[in-house]
């Protein structure tokens, strides 16, 4: 067995309203695509519901509150005019972070050297007190943190290949030298942040904006000549990856130009970095990707990237 797809069915239940890009929808059609590809170097589990003491690691308990509080009993909160909480979006939150500890304690029982998380809501945009940017949890940076108070995990990277900058993850990890945070995107679009001068403490936040139009050569390029020789230097224990799929050419939200190779090619880079300086570890978890086609068959890539 080489991979680990960790899920909970609740994920689904995460209500947005009408015609919002981050929809059941998008799940629904992951899991199909990953379903029908039967691998048998796959195995699917389903996660748990994260104790809350995890979240105060990078969130505060007053944040977490605020979040309870809001949640509506019916009909929809609006946070912004984005991040929209329903009845059950607390419950979906809480197991979308979850699967993605869930699969941190996979990888360290040592049956799995690899996982991937297809969960919602997402979370790269969540900061320590604000959600935004349809994220409420920042599942990534609660699972490092995760991975550092239960296992030997001293150095946690965490690669991300969304279109949009992943503003939380960096403010979670900035001043924090044992977690590094490297992201390609979109320059000029949503969140704003993510300028090449944005580097931490201790240069452990690498930010490579790429302008409208970036295709497949300007991704790997970037991959090959900053974000690689950066995550080599830091030497880190264990890989998470922010696996957005929304630099695909035909995705609503952005104008990148990657087609669904690209993002087996960076994941395949990616697996082969952990196997020689991770022992393999690497766990995935699902951000953006809004054109349901594409982000099925993307994922499915990724997956393929994943298998050893
Ligand atoms: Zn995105």
């Given at each position: 067995?080489?991979?680990?797809?960790?899920?909970?069915?609740?994920?689904?239940?995460?209500?947005?309203?009408?015609n919002?890009?981050?929809?059941?929808?998008?799940?629904?059609?992951?899991?199909?695509?990953?379903?029908?590809?039967?691998?048998?170097?796959?195995?699917?589990?389903?996660?748990?519901?994260?104790?809350p003491?995890?979240?105060?690691?990078?969130?505060?308990?007053?944040?977490?509150?605020?979040?309870?509080?809001?949640?509506?009993?019916?009909?929809?909160?609006?946070?912004?005019?984005?991040?929209?909480?329903?009845?059950?979006?607390?419950?979906?939150?809480?197991?979308?972070?979850?699967?993605?500890c869930?699969?941190?304690?996979?990888i360290?029982?040592?049956?799995?050297?690899?996982?991937?998380?297809?969960?919602?809501?997402?979370?790269?945009?969540?900061?320590?007190?604000?959600?935004?940017?349809f994220?409420?949890?920042?599942?990534?940076?609660?699972?490092?943190?995760?991975?550092?108070?239960?296992?030997?995990?001293?150095?946690?990277?965490?690669?991300?290949?969304?279109?949009?900058?992943?503003?939380?993850?960096?403010?979670?990890?900035?001043?924090?030298?044992?977690?590094?945070y490297?992201?390609?995107?979109?320059?000029?679009?949503?969140?704003?942040?993510?300028?090449?001068?944005?580097?931490?403490?201790?240069?452990?936040?690498?930010?490579?904006?790429?302008?409208?139009?970036?295709?497949?050569?300007?991704?790997?390029?970037?991959?090959?000549?900053?974000i690689?020789?950066?995550?080599?230097?830091?030497?880190?224990?264990?890989?998470?990856?922010?696996?957005?799929?929304?630099?695909?050419?035909?995705?609503?939200?952005?104008?990148?130009?990657?087609?669904?190779?690209?993002?087996?090619?960076?994941?395949?880079?990616?697996?082969d970095?952990?196997?020689?300086?991770?022992?393999?570890?690497l766990i995935?978890?699902?951000?953006?990707?809004?054109?349901?086609?594409?982000l099925?068959?993307?994922?499915?890539?990724?997956?393929?990237?994943?298998?050893?």
């Amino acid at each position: 067995m080489s991979t680990a797809i960790v899920t909970h069915k609740d994920c689904i239940l995460h209500d947005t309203g009408m015609n919002h890009p981050e929809s059941k929808e998008r799940l629904i059609a992951i899991n199909k695509t990953l379903k029908e590809f039967k691998s048998k170097k796959i195995e699917w589990f389903e996660g748990e519901k994260i104790e809350p003491k995890y979240f105060f690691t990078v969130h505060s308990k007053n944040y977490f509150k605020d979040i309870k509080n809001k949640s509506p009993k019916k009909d929809l909160f609006r946070i912004d005019a984005d991040t929209i909480l329903s009845k059950y979006s607390l419950e979906a939150a809480l197991k979308a972070t979850g699967s993605v500890c869930k699969a941190v304690d996979i990888i360290f029982e040592g049956k799995f050297k690899n996982a991937f998380c297809p969960i919602r809501p997402p979370g790269h945009h969540a900061e320590p007190e604000r959600a935004m940017g349809f994220c409420f949890f920042n599942n990534v940076a609660v699972a490092a943190n995760y991975a550092k108070l239960n296992y030997k995990v001293k150095k946690c990277a965490v690669i991300d290949f969304d279109v949009h900058h992943g503003n939380g993850t960096q403010k979670m990890f900035w001043n924090n030298s044992d977690m590094f945070y490297a992201s390609t995107h979109q320059e000029g679009i949503f969140p704003g942040t993510g300028f090449k001068e944005e580097t931490g403490i201790n240069n452990n936040i690498v930010n490579v904006p790429l302008p409208a139009g970036t295709d497949s050569l300007l991704f790997k390029k970037s991959y090959e000549d900053i974000i690689f020789p950066k995550l080599e230097k830091f030497s880190p224990d264990i890989i998470f990856v922010s696996a957005g799929f929304d630099a695909h050419i035909s995705d609503p939200l952005a104008d990148f130009k990657l087609i669904k190779d690209d993002f087996y090619w960076i994941t395949k880079k990616l697996n082969d970095f952990a196997t020689k300086n991770c022992k393999g570890k690497l766990i995935s978890c699902l951000e953006g990707g809004y054109n349901i086609k594409a982000l099925s068959e993307s994922c499915l890539e990724h997956v393929k990237g994943l298998i050893l």
